[in-house]
């Protein structure tokens, strides 16, 4: 087995179709609605754009931060890996990028990243092959998801609340992935940040 490419992952740029909302602007309802910002970052030019519909927007964050940062079950770094993997499966280069880069960080190595990149799946554990796996599919088409995939899923160690973790974190990706592309595009930031 040849060794596995060093990736250096460069965040990217996301850019709105539609003027975001600007703060200055904004009503008392959309200056409420964005303080419920995905794992409190800020206020980003997709929160801004979001929040020209602040209930569904609040509705929206708490779901998805319940989803993703909630504890117990799932590890961070597999629903990291889960939105990875759905986000490429859903061509969403933005949320690949973004989620890749906080797989990095949570699990401390580039490997699981540059495997992917690289189209070494002969590279992943087990655990990786079955998540990244179960996420393609159901990113594809829920009736992939067999009894099969799951069966590599529980043979890889995940219980029921982790296989449950694993469903919502692969589902809040195809809401989110759907939601970005037709508000805006990504590009390439000026300066690179290495993984």
Request: overall charge positive; proline content about 6%; some cysteine.
């Amino acid at each position: 087995m040849s060794a596995l490419p060093v990736i250096r992952i460069k965040p990217l740029t996301w850019a709105p179709y539609l003027p975001p909302v600007e703060i200055a602007e904004a009503s008392r309802t959309q200056l409420e609605a964005m303080k419920v910002t995905p794992s409190s970052t800020g206020v980003s030019p997709y929160v801004r754009t979001l929040a020209h519909d602040p209930e569904s927007y609040v509705a929206r964050t708490q779901l998805f931060n319940a989803i993703l940062y909630a504890e117990g079950g799932l590890p961070r770094a597999d629903r990291e890996l889960a939105a990875l993997a759905a986000s490429l499966a859903n061509g969403c280069q933005y949320c690949a990028n973004v989620h890749a880069r906080k797989h990095v960080r949570l699990s401390g190595s580039g490997r699981v990243v540059s495997a992917l990149w690289a189209g070494r799946r002969d590279a992943l554990t087990d655990r990786e092959r079955a998540i990244v796996d179960f996420a393609e599919a159901l990113a594809a088409m829920p009736a992939r998801v067999t009894p099969k995939r799951v069966r590599a899923l529980r043979e890889a160690g995940l219980g029921d609340a982790e296989l449950v973790d694993l469903v919502h974190a692969v589902a809040i990706f195809g809401w989110a992935n759907r939601l970005m592309h037709p508000l805006g595009h990504s590009h390439s930031t000026a300066r690179g940040e290495a993984a």
